[in-house]
């Protein structure tokens, strides 16, 4: 199966591209969908018009929650792009999109820590006022019910999850 998106195939990734790597994410929780991307900021918008068209298949996501879906995995995949391996020429990232009553759980995945610093982790770290960029994990952790990172093989998964009427979005 391509990977089609706005009518147009997204090069020739294919779902499998992003191997599925298996992890909780709640009692009854399915991948609505899956994704993969080139490493390219111009990819971007494609992975927020990915989840915006997944979720439009849901009736039941409130529109502030998928308002902050969209922001999040526009972070999200912009931390892939510029930090991990995904950036390099040639990267990949992909998006997998879980729903199930009372939360959705969107998560990223990266090709792991660039060469220069193999054992880089995100976390979230005070910026400066001035900064014009380091705020990303600090709008996650506002933004989300909750948040993770995990390694995987080959990469690194993000994870934001948000629960309609509850928690901190």
């Known amino acids: 199966m391509s990977a089609t998106l706005s009518g147009r195939p997204s090069q020739d ?9 298996p992890r909780a994410r709640g009692a009854g929780a399915v991948v609505m969908a899956r994704c993969g991307f080139p490493g390219e900021e111009s990819h971007v918008a494609q992975a927020r018009r990915f989840v915006r068209s997944t979720l439009g298949l849901c009736p039941a996501i409130p529109p502030d929650v998928l308002d902050s879906a969209l922001l999040l995995v526009s972070e999200v995949a912009s931390n892939a792009i510029r930090h991990t391996r995904s950036g390099e020429p040639g990267g990949r990232f992909g998006v997998e999109v879980h729903h ?14 660039r060469g220069d610093d193999p054992g880089a982790r995100p976390t979230v770290e005070a910026v400066s006022p001035d900064s014009e960029r380091g705020r990303g994990l600090a709008i996650i952790d506002a933004v989300a019910s ?24």
């Open 13 to 21: 990734l294919q779902a499998q591209d992003f191997p599925y790597v």
């Open 100 to 113: 199930s009553p009372g939360h959705l759980t969107v998560a990223v995945h990266d090709e792991g820590p």
């Open 146 to 169: 909750e948040w993770n990172t995990e390694a995987v093989p080959g990469g690194r998964v993000v994870a934001f999850t948000l629960r309609p009427g509850g928690g901190r979005h």
